[in-house]
C-alpha cells in the first residue's frame, strides 16, 4: 500500500521559515490533487493550501495562509512542498500531506503527520 511520506517539520521562533515536503512510498495513478492540512491541538483539522495535480497554476490557500505560505510540486518526483515564511505561534499544528486520485475509484491518501511548533 502506497504511503505518503513527510519531512521538515520542526521547531522555529516567529518569524522564521520552514518547508515541509511530502512524496510517496509508491506510484499513485490518476493523481487529481496535492495538498497540505494542519490540525491544532482542540481544533478541528483545516486546509492549509492544495494544488491542482495536473494543472500545477491552480491552487487554493486559506485565508491565513495567503501571501507566506507556497505550495509546489516537483513534478519529476511526484513531490508536494510547502514552504511557509513569517511564521506565526498560531501556526503551531500537526500538518499532514494529503494526496487525492482517481483511479477507476476516488483514494485519499493521509501522511503521518509532521509537527510544526512556532515560538513566541
Known amino acids: 500500500q502506497v504511503r505518503l511520506v513527510e519531512s521538515g517539520g520542526g521547531l522555529v521562533q516567529a518569524g522564521g521559515s520552514l518547508r515541509l515536503s511530502c512524496a510517496p512510498s509508491g506510484n499513485i495513478y490518476g493523481l487529481t490533487a496535492m495538498g497540505w492540512y494542519r490540525q491544532a491541538p482542540g481544533k478541528q483539522r483545516e486546509l492549509v493550501a492544495i494544488i491542482n495535480g495536473s494543472r500545477l497554476s491552480e491552487t487554493t490557500y486559506a485565508d491565513s495562509a495567503k501571501g507566506r505560505f507556497t505550495i509546489s510540486r516537483d513534478g519529476a518526483n511526484i513531490a508536494v512542498n510547502l514552504q511557509m515564511t513569517s511564521l506565526k505561534p498560531e501556526d503551531t499544528a500537526v500538518y499532514y500531506c494529503?494526496?487525492?486520485?482517481?483511479?477507476?475509484?476516488?483514494?485519499?491518501?493521509w501522511g503521518q503527520g509532521t509537527q510544526v511548533t512556532v515560538s513566541p
Open positions: 494529503y494526496f487525492n486520485a482517481r483511479w477507476g475509484m476516488n483514494l485519499d491518501y
